[in-house]
């Protein structure tokens, strides 16, 4: 059975435009510059839409509103499947954001 993930493709407007908020995984095995979007495993009972939402908050710092289901796609491998949610930070924000968790080491918007 596949493990379960959400995660939130979080978008801002600054003065360069619309970005989109990415985090770059802690640890050896990430230094090739792997950045993606904050996702997180789902717990048990858990709405897919509240994980995205919770690992947001716990990898960025940020609160965010999720605005619509975005669907989900299943890894090659068949091991993970990821439910991806369109989001808008809830009030201002900066473009680089302090890592709220060990599980990342930076966080930041990204003009798209």
């Known amino acids: 059975m596949p493990v379960i993930s959400s995660g939130a493709v979080v978008l ?3 003065e360069d435009g619309t970005n989109v908020l990415l985090v770059h995984p802690s640890g050896q095995k990430f ?3 792997t950045w993606s979007i ?3 495993e789902v717990e048990p ?3 897919h839409a509240i994980t995205a939402v919770r690992e947001t908050k716990e990898e960025t710092g ?3 509103s999720i605005l619509a289901s ?3 796609i299943t890894y090659k491998s068949g091991r993970k499947t990821v439910f991806g949610f369109l989001a808008v930070p809830i009030g201002s924000v900066d473009q680089v954001l302090t890592p709220g968790s060990w599980e990342v080491d930076q966080v930041e918007f990204f003009s798209i």
Do not use: A, H, R
């Open 12 to 14: 801002s407007v600054f």
């Open 38 to 40: 904050p996702k997180g």
């Open 31 to 33: 230094t090739n510059g």
């Open 62 to 64: 940020l609160d965010v």
């Open 45 to 47: 009972s858990e709405d």
């Open 70 to 72: 975005l669907g989900s």
